[in-house]
Nanobody, 127 residues
Framework: QVHVVESGGDSVQPGGSLRLSCVVSGITLNNYCLGWFRQAPGKEREGVASINNDGETDYAHSVQGRFSISQDSAKKTVYLQMNSLKPEDSAMYYC?????????????????????WGQGTQVTVSS
């Protein structure tokens, strides 16, 4: 069973940076999709960034050029580097994982059929 645990959320001022980490365990197939999602109070959950086993990435328009997703296979960790943070980036951020050829092929920020989700880590951007 795939298990994910996020960390790294914090309170920062506008313009600041944070790096979120997600340790992923239990992936047994060569094909997978890892994603970062966020949900602010009163808003729907949205996909922020995704990466698959081939290293193909996708970003929400709202974060392009500011956020970067990466993975360290040896550490079984996926990262979300967030720069130039804005108050509207404030949300609970979730890591999600799914495996299988379909997950890898369809992996982008619109794909939300991940089997495994973390508990979330809070990011607050405020002056």
């Amino acid at each position: 069973q795939v298990h994910v645990v996020e960390s790294g959320g914090d309170s920062v001022q506008p313009g600041g940076s944070l790096r979120l980490s997600c340790v992923v365990s239990g992936i047994t197939l060569n094909n997978y999709c890892l994603g970062w999602f966020r949900q602010a109070p009163g808003k729907e959950r949205e996909g922020v960034a995704s990466i698959n086993n081939d290293g193909e990435t996708d970003y929400a328009h709202s974060v392009q050029g500011r956020f970067s997703i990466s993975q360290d296979s040896a550490k079984k960790t996926v990262y979300l580097q967030m720069n130039s943070l804005k108050p509207e980036d404030s949300a609970m951020y979730y890591c999600a994982a799914d495996q299988g050829p379909g997950a890898s092929w369809n992996c982008d920020t619109r794909y939300d059929e991940h089997d495994s989700w973390g508990q979330g880590t809070q990011v607050t951007v405020s002056s």
